[in-house]
């Protein structure tokens, strides 16, 4: 998954000056500011592609508006405020759903984290209960503003995954569905977002008995993942049918869904270093349901 970097990720914040060596994060319309080193094949989950990011000092102009955002291994990460900066010779900005399927695996949780943190910057200009300019807390990762003393903090939006499972007489099985309206949809997990005053229990009571009309029970927590494309800290559940296995697909949202045996498995998602929903699915594919 993309946050299983192997090294150690310190996003404690700390106020400080950006020295010439530290990476620099710039994103212009969902793209990064990266140089790309090598470029692998064009599937989904082809290898190969490779990039890197640019160091202050490779910046022609030192950007006015350098924040600290996190470390990783040692390594400092900046994000350049500014609307623009000078792209040195060979950088060009990438979009950020392409890049993660790019190595190195830190630099793409740096990107793709980097991302979150940009968007959150930026939308929180001007305050948003009196319309003031806002200023960045000096101490801790914060967003102040000064006319109402209005604090804003980074924003997470949960939301669960659920790998509804059975075991019959001919074996375990698995609910796998696909989304409408999307030309590329690859076989999922129901998944969905926490509403407000809502236990993350229920969220996976509610999404399954949407999305496919299914009662469930035993729900048990797997691994989280950030998420951070939508602001999201994904939960994993595996959880079992309770009662009636018979599927009603909502059509709104789903254009199919289906129990799949171990060895029906779409094999689509077997590349896929990425994703909790990925690994789930491999997971069962390969082991069946986790005691
Ligand atoms: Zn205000």
Not at 138 to 165: D, F, L, N, Q, W
Not at 243 to 253: A, F, L, Q, R
Request: charged fraction near 25%; glycine fraction near 8%.
């Amino acid at each position: 998954m993309i946050q299983e970097i192997g090294r150690a990720y310190d996003n404690h914040y700390v106020a400080c000056e950006a020295a010439g060596a530290d990476y620099v994060l710039h994103y212009r319309e969902r793209g990064c500011l990266v140089h790309v080193t090598s470029h692998g094949g064009a599937d989904a989950w082809a290898e190969g592609n490779a990039f890197d990011l640019p160091r202050v000092r490779d910046l022609a102009e030192r950007p006015s508006r350098l924040v600290y955002a996190f470390a990783i291994g040692g390594a400092r990460f900046f994000l350049a405020l500014d609307d623009e900066v000078a792209a040195p010779a060979g950088f060009a900005y990438e979009a950020v759903n392409w890049l993660r399927y790019a190595e190195p695996a830190e630099l793409l949780f740096a990107v793709v984290t980097g991302s979150q943190l940009d968007r959150w910057y930026r939308d929180n200009r001007f305050c948003s209960r009196c319309g003031h300019p806002t200023e960045l807390g000096p101490r801790s990762r914060e967003i102040v503003c000064p006319e109402c003393a209005s604090i804003v903090y980074p924003k997470i939006c949960p939301g669960v995954i659920c790998a509804v499972t059975r075991r019959d007489a001919d074996g375990e099985k698995i609910v796998l569905t696909r989304y409408n309206g999307r030309t590329t949809a690859l076989w999922a997990l129901v998944a969905g977002f926490t509403e407000i005053g809502e236990p993350l229990e229920d969220t996976v009571r509610r999404e399954v008995m949407e999305e496919v009309g299914l009662h469930v029970k035993n729900l048990r927590f797997y691994k989280s993942q950030p998420w951070s494309f939508t602001d999201t800290l994904l939960v994993g559940f595996w959880c079992e049918v309770d009662g009636d296995p018979t599927i009603t697909v909502d059509h709104s949202e789903l254009k199919e869904a289906r129990w799949f045996g171990r060895d029906e498995i779409p094999l689509e998602r077997t590349g896929d270093r990425v994703s909790l929903t990925g690994e789930m699915i491999e997971q069962f594919r390969l082991h069946g349901i986790p005691e």
